[in-house]
């Protein structure tokens, strides 16, 4: 069922006045608010003003996603160095340093 003009200027300004995605939303939360914006957008039938705020809302929660991921990638990082530096021989530490140890 399409909408009328004015119905699409509504959620285009309910996109537009979302809060901030980066200080409220859990990268799951952020995740399937994006699925559900991308599957808006091509099933079509929104004007041109509505599929704007869409796209921008998409934009704004892919950043969140992104900075969760970035994040959780940091920590892993950290987590490997810090198995690293704890075990102290120097060949990498955990499981890596045992596969080199078993190959070498």
């Known amino acids: 069922m399409a909408k009328t003009g004015e119905q699409a200027q509504q959620s ?4 537009q006045s979302a809060p901030r995605a980066e200080t409220t939303l859990g990268y799951e939360q952020a995740r399937d608010e994006l ?3 991308v599957r808006r957008l ?3 039938g929104t004007s041109l003003e509505e599929s704007l705020a869409l ?3 998409g ?4 950043k969140v996603c992104r900075r969760w991921l970035e994040g959780a990638r ?3 990082d950290a987590a490997l160095a810090d198995e690293t530096d704890e075990d102290g021989d120097g060949d990498g ?3 890596e340093g045992a596969e080199r140890a078993a190959e070498g």
């Open 93 to 95: 530490g955990g499981a």
């Open 35 to 37: 699925v559900e914006v």
């Open 55 to 57: 796209w921008e809302r």
């Open 59 to 62: 934009e704004e929660l892919a």
């Open 42 to 44: 091509e099933a079509g």
């Open 12 to 15: 285009a300004r309910g996109a």
């Open 74 to 76: 940091e920590r892993l």
